[in-house]
């Protein structure tokens, strides 16, 4: 790891995809807001590494964001009883 970009984007997937695995246990998550966080680690790691550090820094921080949104939001209810 060369920048601090670097860094943030990798542990910020980390974080998303522990949380899509443990979400994944018990449910069936959507997968498209896993993946959103997913290309924006990727481009703000890429705008970071190339001289845009303000855009790289807001799309990180609206990912983390959406990564707390996702793992403050309470599992499924089943709605199925079984007999």
Avoid: K
């Avoid at 949380?19 to 997968?31: A, I, N, Q, S, Y």
């Avoid at 481009?43 to 845009?52: E, R, S």
Wanted: net charge negative; with cysteine; charged share 15%.
């Amino acid at each position: 790891m060369e920048s601090i970009f670097d860094f943030l984007s990798v542990m910020l997937f980390v974080a998303t995809a522990g949380l899509f695995l443990v979400r994944f246990r018990h449910e069936d998550p959507p997968l498209a807001p896993y993946l959103v966080i997913t290309l924006v680690c990727i481009v703000g790691n890429w705008l970071g590494n190339n001289g845009g550090g303000a855009a790289a820094v807001a799309l990180m921080i609206a990912a983390a964001f959406l990564t707390l949104h996702l793992a403050s939001e309470p599992y499924r209810e089943d709605h199925e009883q079984s007999s």
